[in-house]
């Protein structure tokens, strides 16, 4: 069987360097810091992921959706906001947004799945894009609509820890950034966690509070319980210590696919030329794409959907807009296996049992 997702082989490749980790913060008894406390391995962990990013302040939190939540709140989204929001991405992108009870203008992609197409006619209150599969989309022409506007900028950087735009970071790409460090995600954890980047230490304070039951601001009537433990946060850190390896790990497994799928005439949907990407998820635009998923299954590959249906579909968050680039691209994509410890002769398995299915 050849995995979809490589955090277990994560785990065998550093197994006591993680498994120590782990039982240091166990044995203390200290598991969830639910104050800031400097010197904590939570706050190590938060200075390393700010520092990594060129941000000033990392605020840990108990997941992507959280952290992507509380950027808003932080940025003042609530009832009456207009967000934009890109068509595709995970849904949790438009549930983060859902929640703080603002409004969804959903914004069709482009052939890569990027947020596109800015409206000229609605007045938003703040713009959340995504960087969807690792891809780094425009910076430069979002930063521009949203000084037009003079609305935050939201980054939601859970899949793009690792890429960068014209040299700098995803994390450091929006007025504020949010990060998961969810088992599928390209810095994993082995349970949920995210994080959120900011240069304001006001909100650094803020979202440390709203992370707590509302404590320590005194601005807030409540807050919520998302802290991320203490030994995800000791693990993590030791895991941002091999991420430049992992990235190069991650890197050269594309290449062996590009070469092969080259071979075959099929190409992955890639970064762009001046951004340099993480390589999170290895997505093909396919011809009958659930009939190869389906023979994939065969041969015992493990293959993903991303996404099924763009967001503006779902029922929850149906805004009866259409957004013909993004159903045409989640009726075409699937995603092949990749992550840093996939071998090359699992690369030419899949490589080959596509060709096979294809007949060229
Ligand atoms: C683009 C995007 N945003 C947000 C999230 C939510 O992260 P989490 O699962 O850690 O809540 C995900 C996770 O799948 C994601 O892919």
């Not at 023979?295 to 807009?321: C, E, N, V």
Request: with cysteine.
């Amino acid at each position: 069987m050849i995995k979809f997702g490589g955090v277990d082989r994560i785990y065998d490749a550093y197994s006591w360097r993680i498994t120590r980790r782990a039982k240091e913060v166990w044995r203390s008894g200290d598991v969830v810091s639910t104050s800031h406390t400097e010197g904590s391995w939570l706050d190590k962990f938060e200075k390393s992921v700010a520092k990594f990013t060129k941000r000033k302040y990392g605020v840990a939190v108990g997941s992507g959706t959280d952290a992507l939540y509380f950027s808003l709140r932080v940025k003042g989204i609530g009832p009456g906001s207009n967000v934009l929001c890109p068509a595709v991405s995970y849904l949790a992108t438009a549930e983060a947004i859902k929640r703080t009870g603002a409004t969804i203008t959903f914004v069709d992609v482009d052939r890569k799945g990027l947020i596109a197409n800015l409206p000229a006619t609605i007045l938003p209150d703040a713009l959340v894009y995504v960087n969807l599969f690792g891809n780094l989309a425009d910076y430069d022409r979002l930063r521009q609509y949203c000084d037009k506007h003079k609305i935050p900028l939201i980054e939601d950087a859970a899949q793009s820890l690792g890429s960068f735009y014209k040299k700098i970071p995803s994390g450091k790409l929006g007025d504020i950034s949010s990060l998961s460090f969810a088992p599928s995600k390209p810095l994993p954890c082995f349970g949920n966690g995210g994080m959120v980047l900011t240069d304001d230490i006001e909100e650094a304070k803020f979202i440390r509070s709203l992370r707590y039951h509302g404590k320590g601001t005194g601005k807030l009537e409540h807050g919520y319980n998302s802290c991320l433990s203490n030994d995800h946060a000791n693990v993590l850190n030791f895991l941002l210590s091999k991420y430049k390896s992992l990235l190069s790990r991650s890197k050269k497994v594309r290449q062996w696919y590009t070469k092969k799928l080259n071979d075959i005439g099929i190409s992955s949907i890639e970064s762009s030329s001046d951004t340099t990407s993480n390589n999170h998820k290895l997505v093909i635009r396919a011809q009958d794409r659930d009939g190869l998923k389906a023979f994939l299954d065969t041969k015992k590959i493990q293959t993903q959907i991303h996404y099924p249906q763009p967001m503006s579909r779902m029922k929850m968050f149906d805004t009866g807009q259409e957004m013909p680039n993004a159903e045409k691209l989640c009726q075409d994509v699937i995603s092949l296996p990749i992550h840093p410890f996939l071998k090359k002769d699992e690369v030419l398995h899949v490589c080959d049992s596509i060709k096979e299915y294809y007949g060229v």
